[in-house]
C-alpha cells in the first residue's frame, strides 16, 4: 500500500487554517466531518454529510479518504488514508497546492 505524504496548512489565528482547509478540500470536491476539540475530522469524497469523529463506527472511520487535524490557531494536518482508492489520490492535488499557496495575513506583518 502506498503511504502518502502528509499536506500541512499552516497556523492562523481564529480558525484560520481550518478554513483554509474546508475551502480546498470543498472546492477539490471532498467533504469533511464535523469539528470536535482533540479528534480528527473525516475526509471523504462527494457531497456528504459526515458526523463528529466519535459518533462514526470503525467501519466509517476506516472507510474515510483521509483525516485532518489541529487546533484553533495552529496548523491543520490533512493526510490521505494509505488504503485511499487510487482513483481519489490525484483529487488530492488542488488541496495539496491550497496548502502550498497559504500564508497567513500576519506573517508579512
Do not use: Y
Request: proline letters at 7%; glycine letters at 8%; charged letters at 15%.
Amino acid at each position: 500500500m502506498a503511504i502518502h505524504p502528509t499536506i500541512l496548512f499552516p497556523a492562523a489565528p481564529g480558525f484560520g487554517a481550518w478554513i483554509a482547509v474546508e475551502a480546498a478540500l470543498k472546492a477539490a470536491g471532498f467533504s469533511i466531518g464535523a469539528m470536535k476539540a482533540h479528534r480528527p475530522r473525516c475526509i471523504l469524497h462527494g457531497a456528504v454529510t459526515i458526523a463528529k469523529w466519535h459518533n462514526l463506527t470503525r467501519e466509517e472511520q476506516a472507510a474515510c479518504h483521509g483525516q485532518a487535524w489541529g487546533c484553533r490557531d495552529g496548523s491543520v494536518t490533512v493526510m490521505i488514508h494509505a488504503d485511499c482508492p487510487a482513483a481519489i489520490v490525484p483529487l488530492f492535488e488542488p488541496v495539496r497546492l491550497a496548502a502550498a499557496r497559504a500564508q497567513p495575513e500576519w506573517a508579512s506583518e
